[in-house]
């Protein structure tokens, strides 16, 4: 499972795969009826919607099985104190 995160009216989906590296993506499977990603499985980096049976690419987003399509992903990285910056958000000032 996940952790969601709200940033800027957007909702992700951050996960932590076996080697250590962080992902985040939008937390809406393409399906239809939707629903949240945070709540799938992580084998690999993978991650297993089993509401829709949906298989994810963590890494590019990519639905393999049996929708189609990408998830939007969003780079992160870690700094020297520790916090996760996630990029790519726009944002009003």
């Known amino acids: ?7 800027s009216g957007e909702e992700l ?13 939008e937390n809406k499977n393409l399906h239809v ?12 980096h993978y991650l297993y919607d089993p509401l829709y049976d949906t298989k ?11 929708e189609m399509g990408y998830i939007k992903t969003y780079p992160l990285n870690i700094t020297e104190d520790g916090l ?5 958000l726009s944002m009003k000032v």
């Open 56 to 66: 994810i690419n963590l890494l590019n987003g990519k639905v393999e099985a049996p």
């Open 13 to 25: 989906a951050v996960f932590c795969l076996s080697d250590g590296t962080l992902c985040a993506l």
């Open 84 to 88: 996760v910056q996630v990029h790519c």
């Open 33 to 44: 009826r939707g629903g949240p990603l945070a709540e799938g499985i992580v084998s690999g």
């Open 1 to 7: 499972m996940g952790i969601v995160v709200r940033l």
